[in-house]
């Protein structure tokens, strides 16, 4: 059985920085693209971060420059480091994976694998 276990949320001031971890189960690592989604309060699910299977990545307008999305094979875990948060940034945090790069970046619906989420609180 396939899992997506996110870890790494907090409460962080306005500036910080946080790591999330997403590690996986059941073998999908090597075949699978993977993603991270955000949900604030209000809002729908929206893309903060992709990478494939050869490294290539996507981020949202508001993820650039701020957010690195990165993968370790060794650890079947996939990382999404967070710089300079906002306020804006808070919101639970979806660890994604998908057997199609462009589902995971475009088709949040037909996604395969969602974990359970990590809530990260920026403070001002």
């Known amino acids: 059985q396939v899992h997506l276990v996110e870890s790494g949320g907090g409460l962080v001031q306005r500036g910080g920085s946080l790591r999330l971890s997403c590690a996986t189960s059941?073998?999908?690592?090597?075949?699978?693209?993977m993603g991270w989604y955000r949900q604030a309060p209000g809002s729908e699910r929206e893309l903060v971060a992709v990478?494939?299977?050869?490294?290539?990545?996507t981020y949202a307008e508001s993820a650039k420059g701020r957010f690195t999305i990165s993968r370790d094979t060794a650890k079947n875990t996939v990382y999404l480091q967070m710089n300079s948060l906002k306020t804006e940034d808070t919101a639970v945090y979806y660890c994604?994976?998908?057997?199609?790069?462009?589902?995971?970046?475009?088709?949040?619906?037909?996604?395969?694998?969602w974990g359970q989420g990590t809530l990260v609180t920026v403070s001002s």
């Open positions: 994604v994976a998908d057997r199609s790069y462009g589902t995971v970046v475009t088709v949040k619906g037909d996604i395969d694998l």
């Open positions: 059941g073998g999908i690592f090597g075949s699978y693209a």
């Open positions: 990478i494939g299977k050869n490294g290539s990545t």
